[in-house]
């Protein structure tokens, strides 16, 4: 764990306009001053993330939130009471003042008050808003440990918080609040639970609402061709060349590369994902083959994230 020291320094480079890698429940973060349009510029140049994408502002508490979003609704406020600190992210209208480097140039902003002690640390420190997307390269797997920051950006990597592995390992569940409530990614929460406070929560469709990387179709993609498969098809023999991620254990006399078991606990499943994923693209196999998962809500986000995967190698093997 960072500390007090290294949160000083972060801070101290976090107001000099650099870049800081912190620990989030969810995944890693790149993170900068929100408030300083050359410091997020430089999370774009790093990241080789296409401009005109929104960032998250991450906020140290709800007090906060006031200098950030103006016309909180209702329910924006009650998700909040809820759910902060912790994986949710509300999309909201902007207050004044609030960069368009930041909102990707629309009149909302994207904001969430992280639940890790160091992030925590770290905000209430810097006592503003940190701009932070996922510490990964652009359409990459996110960072969930502090040793994925500097596999995407060796010699590259800013100051790095440490805070060990990600509890979540999934990014954090986003609602728009502008108008019609919309889940526009699935996370953490089950939808359930945010609809108890939201009504019925519609699903963002692709494309629709605002632009967002995070919902792009294609996204979230190892190197390696992957391909969600039913587990029949596992059970039969499979080619020597395959790396197999499963919900069980390999059959007797697999003779592909690597085969993970996940497990059938989706918590678990989710914590270990972007892990596994970076571990089945280093075997060097032609394919990953990932079992498709249970369409229960319990593995939503999980499932929204593979099929991302899918569709990024999908569309590299078309182009
Ligand atoms: O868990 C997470 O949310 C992580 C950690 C670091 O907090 N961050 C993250 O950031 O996943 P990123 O940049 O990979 O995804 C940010 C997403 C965008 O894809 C978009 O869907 C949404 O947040 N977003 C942010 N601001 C928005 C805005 N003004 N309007 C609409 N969507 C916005
Ligand atoms: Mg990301």
């Known amino acids: 764990m960072s500390a007090d020291e290294d949160i000083r320094h972060a801070c101290a480079l976090l107001r000099a306009g650099q870049l800081v890698a912190m620990p989030t429940e969810t995944v890693y973060g ?16 790093l990241k080789g993330r296409p401009p005109g994408h929104p960032l998250i502002v991450h906020l140290a508490d709800v ?6 979003a103006v016309e909180v609704p209702d329910a924006a406020r009650r998700l909040a009471m809820r759910f902060w600190p912790g994986p949710l992210t509300l999309i909201l209208p902007r207050a004044p003042g609030v960069s368009d480097a930041v909102t990707g140039g629309q009149d909302t902003v994207g904001v969430r008050v992280p639940s890790h002690p160091v992030a925590q640390r770290l905000l209430r420190a810097f006592g503003d808003g940190i701009a932070a997307p996922s510490a990964n390269r652009y359409g990459r797997v996110s960072p969930t440990t502090a040793a994925h920051v500097r596999e995407e ?9 440490e805070g ?8 954090s569940t986003i609602v728009s609040l502008v108008g019609e409530p919309l889940l526009v990614r699935p996370g953490g929460i089950p939808q359930a639970d945010l609809e108890a406070i939201t009504g019925p929560l519609r699903r963002a469709a692709a494309g629709e609402g605002p632009r967002a990387p995070g919902t792009t179709v294609a996204h979230y993609a190892p190197t390696t061709a992957l391909k969600l498969v039913t587990c029949d098809l596992l059970a039969s023999p499979v080619p020597a060349d395959v790396a197999v991620l499963a919900r069980r254990p390999a059959p007797a006399g697999f003779g592909g590369k690597l085969w993970l078991d ?29 079992e498709a998962v249970p369409e229960d809500p319990a593995w939503d986000a999980i499932r929204d994230r593979l099929a991302r995967a899918a569709a990024a190698c999908a569309a590299e093997e078309l182009a």
Do not use: K, M
């Open 63 to 68: 007090a906060q939130l006031a200098a950030w």
């Open 30 to 45: 790149l993170g900068a001053n929100a408030r300083d349009d050359a410091a997020v510029a430089r999370i774009y140049a």
């Open 262 to 290: 996940a497990g059938t606990d989706p918590a678990r499943y989710a914590h270990d994902l972007y892990a596994s994923l970076r571990r089945l693209d280093r075997v060097g196999a032609g394919s990953i083959l990932v």
């Open 153 to 161: 950006f060796g010699a590259q990597t800013p100051f790095l918080l």
């Open 164 to 171: 060990g592995d990600c509890e979540v390992g999934l990014e």
